[in-house]
């Protein structure tokens, strides 16, 4: 980026006080100050800025250079899937692009109101033969879900504009998956009841730590069997969490586990889990040394 006049100037004027001849020359000592040596309208100051003019303009035609090259390479070079998560998340809901480009016009909007027209809150994007799927989900403040028809509707022609020519790209946007599991705890009596409560809590920490571990899943992220044992580990009270079966499902409640099974890990197909206490089932057995 191009530095100010000034600045450029400054660096002049240090480098000409620092020089021990010009010094000698001119009678100064080395390091003084240029301003209380030579006057605004002296001829080594007139000559300083013209010097610093000149750099300055020579230094915006390399950064009016260096922006064109990288348009210019931004519109040749396939893009990454970072890239197409990138420009999911900044689709706008009601508002068209700049005609002819895959940028909006911000002229007009605050953040507030960009922000709100944002509705694509989480995207992962994944590669498979020829196509590009890209998974989806917006907030409503507390709980991921999927866009609305009309919103899957403007980000799909939205991505018609902007993707690479020749790519094809398909929008994941599904509703969460179900997780289920099937546990064995065996628990401290001194610290939980034969249900799961802390007696002196009166919370149920092993379903506080089942929802917390689903919940702060990345978008997309890997559920895994031993993950989750793992932290049922660092459960106060949790001598041995043993998980006997989990599976997913698309829809609704499996209690006969006759949904797809996890043998050791899982992606959601729709890129994220809801935690449904319907779905956890745990039998508590006291543990004996």
């Known amino acids: 980026m191009a530095r100010t006049i000034q600045q450029i100037k400054t660096e002049l004027t240090t480098a000409f006080m620092a020089d021990t001849t010009l010094a000698e020359n001119y009678g100064f000592t080395p390091g003084a100050a240029f301003d209380s040596t030579f006057s605004k309208v002296s001829i080594e100051n007139l000559l300083l800025y013209i010097v610093a003019a000149a750099i300055w303009t020579h230094e915006r035609l390399f950064d009016a250079h260096r922006q064109e090259v990288e348009n210019t390479i931004a519109q040749l070079k396939p893009h990454t899937l970072r890239w197409y998560v990138s420009k999911v998340k900044q689709f706008r809901q009601g508002q068209p692009l700049i005609e002819g480009t895959d940028q909006y016009d911000d002229g007009n909007y605050t953040d507030d109101q960009i922000a709100a027209m944002q509705v694509v809150h989480f995207a992962a994007a994944t590669e498979a033969a020829t196509t590009i799927y890209i998974k989806v989900a917006t907030s409503n403040g507390t709980n991921k879900q999927p866009l609305t028809a009309e919103q899957l ?5 939205y991505i018609a504009e902007v993707k690479d020519a020749g790519v094809r790209v398909d929008i994941i946007n599904e509703s969460a998956y179900h997780l289920q599991l099937s546990l064995v705890i065996y628990y401290d009596p001194m610290v939980l009841n034969a249900q799961g409560m802390n ?33 049922l580990q660092q459960v106060e009270g949790v001598h041995i969490p043993e998980i006997n079966a989990s599976a997913e499902s698309a829809t609704g409640v499996q209690t006969d586990f006759d949904a797809n099974p996890i043998d050791v890990k899982s992606i959601p197909h729709s890129g994220y889990y809801v935690f449904e206490p319907a779905n956890i089932t745990i039998d508590y057995r006291p543990y004996e040394q």
Do not use: C, K, M, Q
């Not at 509707?153 to 022609?157: R, T, V």
């Not at 007696?199 to 990345?218: C, F, K, M, Q, W």
């Open 153 to 157: 509707n403007g980000l799909e022609a």
């Open 199 to 231: 007696i002196h809590t009166g919370e149920y920490p092993v379903n506080d730590a089942i929802r917390s571990y689903i919940e702060n899943l990345p978008f997309n992220g890997e559920y895994s069997n031993t993950a989750l044992t793992d932290v």
